[in-house]
């Protein structure tokens, strides 16, 4: 049996061989006692620029849940802020607990003070279950903060934006599925109506795609199909339906062993991160199957597009969405690469994103 110290060397070991095996630069952990604050800041690369990425709160069942996922989200932050072209490295922010309860002024001050001590290699924005309120608070102890109100220069609420872009990605895999872009009649589950699935649905409906929703939230789908029209299914019976298109765009590992072998669909796109459980394993199950895969990292980049605009100064909400736009191009293109090296989308995607990492870093080398 393991004493004390031995154990905490385990850990330790344990913590750093996911830090490594990642190539994460530095992940902080934030604790304040007086306001029940427990946090982990993920920088993962910081080559283009400054890590940007929002804050996500959530009642995670444990602490390594959380650590792994903060992990896992910073480094799909770099892999889109690469991508999509952007001048900004990949981070991420979690806060450990129960959103409904904890958020107060303080808390969210406190958290903006850990932001602050790192001195701008870490910008925030919104993630799950936080919003521009929030923003508000964090930016009352730091000034690496965006995604402020629209009324304090910032870009507002990012969900319009980061639909778009889901909406431009699904419609260029169209286009490699199914020959042309246009989502008439399509069958397309979306899986989650939160701001950005609903955003989606507008967009599908607008288009006469035949839309089938799900969500933990029976508030949400009552309005989103009450608003939109859409057919309520429930949360496993999605996966089994007969459907062009499965959208995911509420949390992450929804494409997993059990899943895959139940969808009944063409292709994947939605605005959920990190959607292959096992991002080698499923990518090939779903290349095998037949199944094409917008890469999550690329579609759902409107978001940080939106941020990046705001960061930049003098936001402008157009511009943003010209960026959007752009996502259309690029997910053809990996699609087609994808195609002719016979590999997964995401992991054509990954390379394109870490050869233009590559290539900046030696532009920024000594001469």
Request: net charge negative; charged share 25%; glycine share 10%.
């Given at each position: 049996?393991?004493?004390?110290?031995?154990?905490?060397?385990?850990?330790?070991?344990?913590?750093?061989?996911?830090?490594?095996?990642?190539?994460?630069?530095?992940?902080?952990?934030?604790?304040d006692?007086?306001?029940?604050?427990?946090?982990?800041?993920?920088?993962?690369?910081?080559?283009?620029?400054?890590?940007?990425?929002?804050?996500?709160?959530?009642?995670?069942?444990?602490?390594?849940?959380?650590?792994?996922?903060?992990?896992?989200?910073?480094?799909?932050?770099?892999?889109?802020?690469?991508?999509?072209?952007?001048?900004l490295?990949?981070?991420?922010?979690?806060?450990?607990?129960?959103?409904?309860?904890?958020?107060?002024?303080?808390?969210?001050r406190?958290?903006g003070?850990?932001?602050?001590?790192?001195?701008?290699?870490y910008?925030?924005?919104?993630?799950?279950n936080?919003?521009?309120?929030?923003?508000?608070?964090?930016?009352?102890?730091?000034?690496?903060?965006?995604?402020?109100?629209?009324?304090?220069?910032?870009?507002?609420?990012?969900?319009?934006?980061?639909?778009?872009?889901?909406?431009?990605?699904?419609?260029?895999?169209?286009?490699?599925?199914?020959?042309?872009?246009?989502?008439t009649?399509?069958?397309?589950?979306?899986?989650?109506?939160?701001?950005?699935?609903?955003?989606l649905?507008?967009?599908l409906?607008?288009?006469?795609?035949?839309?089938?929703?799900?969500?933990?939230?029976?508030?949400?789908l009552?309005?989103?199909?009450?608003?939109?029209?859409?057919?309520v299914?429930?949360?496993?019976?999605?996966?089994?339906?007969?459907?062009?298109?499965?959208?995911?765009?509420?949390?992450?590992?929804?494409?997993?062993?059990?899943?895959?072998?139940?969808?009944?669909?063409?292709?994947?796109?939605?605005?959920?991160?990190?959607?292959?459980?096992?991002?080698?394993?499923?990518?090939?199950?779903?290349?095998?199957?037949?199944?094409?895969?917008?890469?999550?990292?690329?579609?759902?980049?409107?978001?940080?597009?939106?941020?990046?605009?705001?960061f930049?100064?003098?936001?402008?909400?157009?511009?943003?969405?010209?960026?959007?736009?752009?996502?259309?191009?690029?997910?053809?293109?990996?699609?087609?690469?994808?195609?002719?090296?016979k590999?997964?989308?995401?992991?054509?995607?990954?390379?394109?994103?870490?050869?233009?990492?590559a290539?900046?870093?030696?532009?920024?080398?000594?001469?």
């Amino acid at each position: 049996m393991m004493d004390i110290k031995e154990m905490e060397k385990a850990e330790g070991g344990f913590l750093f061989s996911e830090i490594s095996e990642l190539g994460h630069e530095q992940v902080v952990f934030c604790h304040d006692e007086p306001t029940g604050l427990k946090a982990i800041i993920g920088i993962h690369n910081t080559v283009l620029g400054p890590a940007l990425g929002g804050t996500r709160m959530w009642n995670y069942e444990s602490e390594q849940e959380a650590f792994t996922d903060v992990l896992r989200l910073s480094r799909g932050m770099t892999y889109k802020a690469a991508i999509t072209g952007l001048n900004l490295g990949g981070g991420k922010a979690v806060i450990i607990g129960d959103a409904t309860k904890m958020k107060t002024e303080a808390f969210l001050r406190r958290f903006g003070k850990f932001v602050e001590n790192l001195n701008g290699k870490y910008i925030t924005a919104e993630d799950v279950n936080m919003k521009t309120r929030d923003m508000e608070y964090i930016a009352m102890e730091t000034k690496h903060v965006t995604g402020l109100p629209e009324s304090r220069g910032g870009g507002g609420d990012p969900s319009p934006v980061t639909a778009y872009g889901v909406y431009m990605g699904m419609k260029a895999t169209a286009k490699k599925v199914f020959g042309k872009d246009s989502l008439t009649g399509k069958k397309v589950a979306v899986q989650g109506v939160g701001q950005v699935g609903m955003y989606l649905v507008e967009h599908l409906t607008k288009e006469n795609a035949e839309v089938y929703i799900t969500d933990i939230s029976e508030e949400k789908l009552k309005m989103v199909s009450d608003k939109f029209g859409a057919k309520v299914v429930g949360m496993e019976e999605i996966f089994d339906l007969d459907m062009d298109i499965y959208a995911p765009c509420a949390l992450g590992a929804t494409l997993n062993d059990k899943n895959i072998g139940r969808l009944k669909c063409q292709m994947v796109a939605g605005a959920a991160n990190n959607q292959l459980a096992n991002e080698v394993k499923h990518g090939h199950m779903l290349m095998d199957k037949g199944i094409a895969y917008a890469p999550d990292f690329l579609i759902n980049a409107g978001g940080l597009i939106n941020v990046y605009e705001e960061f930049l100064g003098n936001y402008n909400r157009e511009s943003a969405y010209r960026q959007a736009e752009n996502i259309y191009s690029t997910c053809l293109n990996i699609l087609n690469v994808a195609e002719s090296k016979k590999i997964p989308s995401q992991e054509a995607a990954i390379h394109l994103a870490e050869k233009r990492i590559a290539d900046i870093g030696k532009v920024k080398l000594p001469r």
